[in-house]
């Protein structure tokens, strides 16, 4: 057994402050007055935080270590691997890696994005528990409803076991994230993909009006067989009530990154888990000129932080919503432990520090002003410890 001492127990709704938790294998044993005899091990937080690991369901950072450079390609389980270690060391346990299936270039071109590249980093990720490895791994299936191939790919991912989450997603112009034309051409020209190159704007605008995408009983039906296997089911850019109420019909869980306000208040209304980006927090907004993270979350209609992009992004917008915004600290660590967890149906085992659930925890101090994290615990075993000097 492992008792922590000298820390401040972040529960879901309060702080606990001079109690001791215990750790009985890879599960919280109790919080107790005093430390339990039979604890073979003792470790002080020294007054800091103790919170569960940080569970993100929405990141992408894997393909930086895959795909650094559009020519260097690395060793997929070499890149998970070095992926873990910095996810790890950010207070990130629990990990859905998204990997995109898209038809087209106009958001440059990528190996990472192929059926048989997606399916291969899916069945990693489900096989690395049987092999050494520092936290827990999920796949994201995310879905662009204009790949039509999509639909039974999708489908044999989920029977497979493949795939932990999916999402839906529609990056046309003139809608969702993209309903300023300017934004949508400034970002595709970024990445210089074939379609933009040899077509023209215009050109891909009539494209883009004309292609076919999966139809409303294809969706629900993915809907109906994710459900069936456990699996969660996401939208992307909600942008007008009335996707959202369609979305809803589907079968959707869960809104991603609503782009307004509207949006977002409605998709609580409408049951539905909303997530938003925590390096949005930390930007002061979004780099497409969407929704503000922070006025979501002091409307009260953001439950779920991810990274996204920047995984050092959830430490650090917890404390900054905390600091900067009067925010209470247990409401947004939740916002990253507890509220996605139970958007994935894992609620029961992980995400809050309770008796019985997964011994995945952080301790985290304040220096220099900023938050760092110098324990990680995963499944009750210390995973990183750091000490900073002066």
Do not use: W
């Not at 379609?195 to 009539?206: A, D």
């Not at 503000?292 to 430490?315: K, N, R, T, V």
């Amino acid at each position: 057994m492992i008792a922590i001492k000298n820390g401040r127990i972040v529960l879901p709704d309060r702080i606990l402050d001079g109690k001791i938790l215990a750790l009985d294998g890879d599960r919280i044993h109790s919080i107790a007055e005093e430390i339990p005899p039979e604890a073979g091990k003792v470790i002080d937080a020294h007054g800091r935080y103790i919170t569960p690991g940080f569970f993100d369901v929405h990141s992408d950072k894997i393909e930086q270590f895959i795909l650094p450079r559009p020519t260097a390609q690395f060793d997929f389980e070499l890149a998970l691997k070095e992926c873990e270690r910095e996810l790890l060391h950010l207070g990130i346990t629990t990990i859905y890696h998204s990997f995109s299936l898209l038809k087209d270039e106009l958001f440059g071109k990528s190996p990472l994005r192929t059926r048989e590249n997606v399916e291969k980093m899916a069945a990693l990720i489900r096989d690395i528990h049987d092999r050494n490895h520092l936290i827990h791994h999920r796949f994201h299936l995310r879905i662009e409803i204009d790949n039509l191939d999509a639909y039974a790919i999708a489908k044999a991912m989920i029977a497979q076991g493949l795939a932990h989450e999916i999402s839906f997603m529609d990056h046309s112009p003139g809608q969702g994230q993209y309903r300023n034309l300017e934004i949508y051409q400034k970002t595709i020209r970024k990445y210089h993909g074939r379609e933009i190159e040899e077509l023209g704007f215009e050109k891909v605008l009539e494209m883009q009006r004309n292609k076919k995408t999966l139809s409303f009983e294809q969706l629900k039906e993915l809907c109906q067989f994710a459900h069936e296997n456990g699996v969660a089911v996401a939208s992307h850019d909600d942008d007008t009530l009335e996707k959202l109420d369609m979305n809803r019909e589907i079968g959707v869980d869960i809104s991603e990154f609503p782009i307004n306000l509207e949006a977002a208040k409605y998709a609580r209304d409408l049951g539905f888990a909303t997530v938003v980006g925590a390096p949005n927090i930390l930007l002061g907004g979004s780099h497409s000129g969407n929704m503000s993270a922070a006025e979501a979350i002091q409307a009260g209609c953001a439950d779920i932080l991810c990274s996204d992009y920047y995984p050092p992004a959830i430490l650090h917008s917890i404390f900054a919503m905390h600091l900067k915004h009067g925010v209470p600290l247990p409401e947004m660590v939740k916002k990253a432990t507890l509220n996605p967890a139970k958007a994935m149906g894992l609620g029961e085992a992980y995400g809050s520090i309770e008796p019985g659930k997964k011994a995945d925890l952080l301790v985290i101090g304040i220096l220099d002003g900023y938050p760092v994290i110098t324990h990680v615990l995963v499944d009750g075993r210390t995973t990183s410890r750091v000490e900073y000097r002066r």
